[in-house]
Nanobody
Framework: QVQLVESGGGLVQAGGSLRLSCAASGRTFSIYTMGWFRQAPGKERECVAAISAGGGSTYYADSVKGRFTISRDNAKNTLYLQMNSLKPEDTAVYYC??????????????????WGKGTLVTVSS
C-alpha cells in the first residue's frame, strides 16, 4: 500500500512558477513509475508528465514540454513537478500517481495503482 500526498499548489500569475511535491509513504517508492496528472473543470484527466522508477525515462505532454520538469528523489520518497512559464490553461487539480508498469502505460492510466487526492493550481491572467 502506498499513500500519496501532494503539496505546493496555489494561486500564481501567468508567467510564474510553482513546484509541486508528492510525498509517498512506505519503503517501496523506488520501484514505482510515477506521474503527474491534471484535471481542469469540464475536462478529462490527462497525464502531464511521468518518470520511470529509476528516473532514466520521462514523458511530457506536448502542452507542457519545455515548461514543466518532473523529477524524483527516491531517498526522500518524493516526486516533484517544477512548473515554469505557467499559463491560465494550466489551471487544474494536479494529481500524483504511482504505477507498476512502464512510463508508456502509466500515462494512459492503465497501470496506475495509487492516486493522491490532488492539489489545486490556479493561474491568473
Amino acid at each position: 500500500q502506498v499513500q500519496l500526498v501532494e503539496s505546493g499548489g496555489g494561486l500564481v500569475q501567468a508567467g510564474g512558477s510553482l513546484r509541486l511535491s508528492c510525498a509517498a509513504s512506505g519503503r517501496t517508492f523506488s520501484i514505482y513509475t510515477m506521474g503527474w496528472f491534471r484535471q481542469a473543470p469540464g475536462k478529462e484527466r490527462e497525464c502531464v508528465a511521468a518518470i520511470s522508477a529509476g528516473g532514466g525515462s520521462t514523458y511530457y505532454a506536448d502542452s507542457v514540454k519545455g515548461r514543466f520538469t518532473i523529477s524524483r528523489d527516491n531517498a526522500k520518497n518524493t516526486l516533484y513537478l517544477q512548473m515554469n512559464s505557467l499559463k491560465p490553461e494550466d489551471t487544474a487539480v494536479y494529481y500524483c500517481a504511482a504505477g507498476s508498469g512502464l512510463v508508456v502505460s502509466l500515462k494512459t492510466e492503465r497501470s496506475v495503482n495509487y492516486w493522491g487526492k490532488g492539489t489545486l493550481v490556479t493561474v491568473s491572467s
